[in-house]
């Protein structure tokens, strides 16, 4: 689903998941190019990243937009780092599964990060070192794990907080979609009508059940812990 629309999926998945692997080697190559090389601030290009990522909010399925808008904004939703251009629910995920999976992406991120640290540390504490010489006394540091640890923790922190920024957008609107409950059209009581969740249209809005037939009662506290977290937290940071 797409804002809550069924788009048919691919007849071969691989060639969607192909083409992601494929924009990111071109993206890694990009990022070479403009930041090691050319040494161009990460700032000035996000703030094109940000444009775009703005702009594919307006890529509404439930918008009439003509063939050529909607040629550009698929073209431009590669700016908005979202789960769903995998087709991942093609291949059995449910949308509360999906939710979590993009939700957590930060987090996965950091522990992916902290596992890195983890293997620099343990292989410089069992690799034997080399004295140092033909060096001044005053110059003669030794290298200790806490000295790299700091050292780390300080690329964590830089790569996380460059990631999250680019994933600010589209966290802040996965999040904000628990929120956002429509009538059915038409609805069903013109006067107090049951309304529906947006991204999964089959699911009733503050029903309680299990995940198959109360999803949306499942997912607002947690809805409410990301927009705290993510929306609130990251800009206040």
């Known amino acids: 689903r797409s804002d809550g629309v069924c788009i048919e999926c691919d007849a071969n998945p691989w060639i969607m998941i192909g083409f992601i692997a494929l924009g990111g080697v ?13 040494k161009i601030n990460v ?26 808008m909607k ?43 902290c596992l890195g640290i983890s293997v620099d540390v343990i292989k410089f504490m069992v690799t034997p070192k080399k004295p140092n010489i033909g060096l001044k006394k005053n110059d003669d540091k030794e ?8 050292s780390k923790l300080g690329m964590i922190v830089t790569t996380f907080l460059t990631v999250f920024y680019l994933l ?4 802040t609107k996965k999040a904000m979609d628990i929120f956002n409950c429509a009538a059915a059209d038409p609805p069903d009581d013109p006067s107090n009508p049951t309304t529906y969740m947006s991204i999964a249209p089959d699911q009733e809005c503050w029903r309680p059940g299990t995940w198959e037939t109360g999803m949306h009662v499942k997912l607002m506290p947690w809805a409410i812990v990301f927009v705290i977290c993510y929306s609130l937290a990251f800009p206040m940071f």
Request: aromatic share 14%; proline share 4%.
């Open 143 to 150: 290298l200790t794990a806490e000295h790299l640890l700091e």
């Open 26 to 38: 071109v993206a890694a190559v990009c990022y070479y190019i403009v930041v090691v090389l050319l």
């Open 43 to 68: 700032g000035v290009i996000s703030i094109g990243i940000d444009y775009f990522q703005v702009i594919g909010l307006f890529s509404s399925q439930k918008i009439p937009w003509p063939m050529a």
């Open 168 to 171: 600010y957008v589209q966290l």
């Open 71 to 113: 040629s550009l904004f698929s073209y431009l939703s590669v700016f908005s780092f979202d789960m769903g251009t995998l087709g991942l629910e093609c291949g059995g995920l449910l949308p509360h599964e999906m939710w979590f999976l993009t939700m957590l992406i930060p987090l996965i991120i950091v522990i992916v990060l």
